[in-house]
């Protein structure tokens, strides 16, 4: 069976869903609502929603949409790709695909993602 995780980032750290049985926030009707530090209250958040890719890469990192990889000296983002159907990776700077599909993720290696390490590609720190 596919395993179906989430993860969402919430300004200052990442937020998970299911990994392991543990869990930081749930999604109800499509909103996503993140436990408290009570554990009991459910506060309704507008968090950026990131599924997992059912890919580790080759230190066995879960790989997720919005990580970042290096490849052939390039910086790639993991995003799913409409058009195909599948997760790919694109450049930072456009929504071109590096590539149609994921392939050799066991070959490369998570060195950030979107929200925790912008200046990987140009972005603010």
Known sequence: MRDIRFRAWNGSRMLFNGKGGYCDFEIRGGAIFEYSSSGFDCLEKD????????????NGVDIYEGDMFRIAGDVVIVAWNDETCAFSCKYPDDDKPYC????????AEVIGN?????ELIGGDS
């Open 47 to 58: 968090y950026p929603l990131e599924q997992f890719a059912g890919l580790q890469d080759k």
């Open 100 to 107: 149609d599909h994921f392939f050799g993720a066991g070959l």
């Open 114 to 118: 979107i929200h925790q390490h912008p």
